[in-house]
């Protein structure tokens, strides 16, 4: 597993993933990024909102 400062949470696949209902989501690709902005709306995988939100931004604010 590989935590991305700017962006999601890679795992190498496949990857089963348990939401909190229950739903269960596999995904089999070699590498699977985890969305660890929770801006996504393809919960729990990452679709890049990081980028288009800010996050860098984000967080420099948070800090300060």
Not at 8 to 27: A, F, K, N, S, Y
Not at 36 to 47: E, G, N
């Amino acid at each position: 597993m590989t935590v991305l400062a700017e962006g999601p949470i890679l795992v190498e696949g496949p990857v089963e993933v348990t939401g909190p209902d229950g739903t269960v989501r596999l995904c089999e690709r070699p590498v699977v990024a985890l969305c660890a902005c929770r801006r996504s709306r393809h919960q729990p995988f990452c679709d890049t909102s990081h980028r288009r939100h800010g996050a860098r931004h984000d967080r420099d604010r948070s800090d300060r």
